[in-house]
């Protein structure tokens, strides 16, 4: 079945030339998804902080969450993150700026505790996503018989037969000794072009940059029961990834194929949140959000060189490219309880379905590339479900304990894979079917007057089928994308 849907969406692309696009559903997902982050409270809750609120990162996933404040707060946020491995050159660890902000609380002085009693005012920054990722991977399953040069070689004859060169392509064939000569040319001009099975092929890669944002958020305190809230989001993204990838063919040859790719672009969003407590008498609350898709405008440009038997062969470098990139909405509801001033619980669900990811051109008009990628993506990605759980304890009024734990479910259908148009820039034949995500978090918070320190650790785990090419019978290679983040919050009430 996977055959017949492959050549059939390879298919639908020949003819609609994209020698100036190279997204797909797995950029979509990349740029759709979250890190848990922000102050060191919230992660070491497991951001479950959607009903109970009382934490300046709570803007960026519950806004009605700032309403809680009764007097300003102002918080700034550090941290290290350790993926375990280093690549490319790139360290294993990297030091971060995770999140600086502040809220201005209102009293509007009302005699009784009816009406609004508090409208807050916040501005707050944070690190949405953090693309530290290093892999190193001995490709299995090879067995003499799969190889890269098999799926090149398929595009060369596509390309060959439409006279249309995308940039793979026209990098690999051998063409009056212009092109990278990794295939073998089986007879005259327009002829089949083949590929080598491999002994054993390594292939390495890192990704960089992160996604930031900016929330400027408002709330307000209605009897203190109900609580409601808006922030309009602002995102700069900064991604950069870059791969290498060694093939040693059945014949002794070996070549190899680095690739860089980067996207820059920024976007914005609106969020909106409501926090009720049902009875007036208890403090048990629950929340509800909707997130606006991000409408993003982003810039792309890749490149890729090709060694063979260690002799420089060719390169390709292809200049800035502008899209549209649209995010689904997201949805989330969460539920919160405190007992005395001692203990609080919190739970929280979120749902985005990531296949009504949409891309389009700058101008807004969705070309025939562009819509049969978005078709691409329905039938790549699915909803995704995220599940938050987080506590906090003091044994004493200064000292805080806290913990969380998220489950992220897979963004992937369990057939995906990557599409490569014979006819565009892509120069990238990897893909990683990412599984779901689990997320460990503990940490402790320190109160002395009005100021105080918190401390966070969290530990995330995943594991993904890749494949450094496609070939529908060959199995893919078990990967991990483990890392672990320490941070610290410093911060002020006043």
Same mark, same amino acid.
């Given at each position: 079945? *996977?055959?017949?849907?492959?050549?059939?969406?390879?298919?639908?692309?020949? #003819?609609?030339?994209?020698?100036? &696009?190279?997204?797909?559903?797995? @950029?979509?997902?990349?740029?759709?998804?979250?890190?848990?982050?922000?102050?060191?409270?919230?992660?070491? =809750?497991?951001?479950?902080?959607?009903?109970?609120?009382?934490?300046?990162? $709570?803007?960026?996933?519950?806004?009605?969450?700032?309403?809680?404040?009764?007097?300003?707060?102002?918080?700034?946020?550090?941290?290290?993150?350790?993926? #375990?491995?280093? /690549?490319?050159?790139?360290?294993?660890?990297?030091?971060?700026?995770?999140?600086?902000? $502040?809220?201005?609380?209102? @009293?509007?002085?009302?005699?009784?505790?009816?009406?609004?009693?508090?409208?807050?005012?916040?501005?707050?920054?944070?690190?949405?996503?953090?693309?530290?990722?290093?892999?190193?991977?001995?490709?299995?399953?090879?067995?003499?018989?799969?190889?890269?040069?098999?799926?090149?070689? !398929?595009?060369?004859?596509?390309?060959?037969?439409?006279?249309?060169?995308?940039?793979? /392509?026209?990098?690999?064939?051998?063409?009056?000794?212009?092109? #990278?000569?990794?295939?073998?040319?089986?007879?005259?001009?327009? /002829?089949? &072009?083949?590929?080598?099975?491999?002994?054993?092929?390594?292939?390495?890669?890192?990704?960089?940059?992160?996604?930031?944002?900016?929330?400027?958020?408002?709330?307000?305190?209605?009897?203190?029961?109900?609580?409601?809230? /808006?922030?309009?989001?602002?995102?700069?993204?900064?991604?950069?990834?870059?791969?290498? &990838?060694?093939?040693?063919?059945?014949?002794?040859?070996?070549?190899?194929?680095?690739?860089?790719?980067?996207?820059?672009?920024?976007?914005? !969003?609106?969020?909106? #949140?409501?926090?009720?407590?049902?009875?007036?008498?208890?403090?048990?609350?629950?929340?509800?959000?909707?997130?606006?898709?991000?409408?993003?405008?982003?810039? @792309?440009?890749?490149?890729?060189?090709?060694?063979?038997?260690?002799?420089?062969?060719?390169?390709?470098?292809?200049?800035?490219?502008? &899209?549209?990139?649209?995010?689904?909405?997201?949805?989330?509801?969460?539920?919160?309880?405190?007992?005395?001033?001692?203990?609080?619980?919190?739970?929280?669900?979120?749902?985005?379905?990531?296949?009504?990811?949409?891309?389009?051109?700058?101008?807004?008009?969705?070309?025939?590339?562009?819509?049969? =990628?978005?078709?691409?993506?329905?039938?790549?990605?699915?909803?995704?479900?995220?599940?938050?759980?987080?506590?906090?304890? *003091?044994?004493?009024?200064?000292?805080?304990?806290?913990?969380?734990?998220?489950? $992220?479910?897979?963004?992937?259908?369990?057939?995906?894979?990557?599409?490569?148009?014979?006819?565009?820039?892509?120069?990238?034949?990897?893909?990683?079917?990412?599984? +779901?995500?689990?997320?460990?978090?503990?940490?402790?918070?320190?109160?002395?007057?009005?100021?105080?320190?918190?401390? +966070?650790?969290?530990?995330?785990?995943? *594991?993904? !089928?890749?494949?450094?090419?496609?070939?529908?019978?060959?199995?893919?290679? *078990?990967?991990? +994308?483990?890392?672990?983040?320490? =941070?610290?919050?410093?911060?002020?009430?006043?």
């Amino acid at each position: 079945m *996977k055959t017949m849907n492959k050549y059939f969406l390879l298919t639908v692309l020949i #003819g609609f030339a994209s020698a100036t &696009y190279a997204q797909d559903s797995y @950029d979509a997902q990349t740029f759709a998804n979250s890190d848990l982050n922000g102050t060191a409270r919230f992660v070491a =809750m497991g951001g479950a902080l959607g009903a109970l609120g009382g934490d300046v990162g $709570v803007m960026s996933t519950n806004p009605a969450g700032t309403a809680m404040y009764r007097s300003s707060d102002a918080a700034l946020s550090f941290s290290g993150l350790f993926s #375990g491995k280093a /690549a490319m050159g790139h360290d294993a660890s990297r030091m971060s700026f995770d999140q600086g902000g $502040v809220l201005i609380a209102f @009293d509007m002085d009302e005699p009784t505790n009816k009406g609004l009693q508090f409208v807050n005012f916040g501005v707050n920054y944070q690190k949405k996503r953090n693309f530290l990722f290093n892999q190193r991977t001995d490709v299995q399953h090879l067995n003499n018989t799969f190889s890269q040069t098999f799926q090149i070689a !398929d595009l060369c004859n596509y390309a060959s037969a439409n006279d249309y060169w995308g940039t793979l /392509a026209d990098m690999s064939a051998t063409d009056e000794g212009y092109h #990278g000569t990794i295939l073998d040319e089986t007879g005259e001009s327009g /002829a089949a &072009y083949a590929g080598l099975p491999a002994q054993q092929a390594y292939f390495e890669k890192s990704t960089f940059g992160s996604n930031s944002q900016v929330d400027v958020n408002i709330s307000f305190n209605v009897s203190d029961q109900f609580f409601l809230g /808006a922030s309009v989001g602002v995102y700069d993204i900064d991604y950069n990834r870059e791969s290498f &990838y060694q093939e040693l063919g059945t014949d002794g040859n070996q070549y190899d194929f680095t690739n860089w790719y980067k996207t820059e672009g920024d976007g914005f !969003d609106v969020k909106l #949140g409501f926090i009720c407590r049902p009875i007036e008498e208890s403090p048990f609350r629950f929340g509800v959000t909707v997130h606006t898709p991000i409408w993003y405008r982003l810039t @792309d440009a890749n490149g890729a060189d090709l060694y063979f038997n260690d002799s420089f062969m060719s390169s390709a470098s292809n200049a800035d490219y502008d &899209y549209r990139f649209r995010t689904p909405w997201k949805f989330g509801f969460s539920l919160g309880h405190t007992i005395g001033q001692n203990f609080a619980i919190g739970a929280e669900y979120e749902y985005q379905d990531l296949s009504t990811s949409h891309y389009s051109e700058v101008d807004g008009y969705n070309s025939d590339y562009f819509r049969n =990628m978005n078709k691409i993506t329905e039938k790549t990605l699915r909803g995704q479900h995220t599940l938050k759980v987080g506590m906090e304890f *003091k044994p004493i009024e200064a000292l805080s304990l806290r913990a969380g734990y998220n489950f $992220v479910s897979s963004p992937f259908k369990s057939d995906a894979y990557r599409i490569i148009g014979y006819d565009g820039c892509y120069t990238e034949t990897d893909y990683t079917n990412w599984g +779901a995500i689990n997320r460990f978090s503990l940490g402790l918070g320190y109160r002395y007057k009005g100021g105080y320190v918190d401390l +966070a650790w969290q530990y995330q785990a995943q *594991k993904g !089928d890749f494949y450094a090419f496609d070939d529908v019978d060959l199995k893919p290679t *078990k990967i991990k +994308a483990d890392r672990s983040q320490l =941070m610290a919050t410093f911060g002020f009430r006043f």
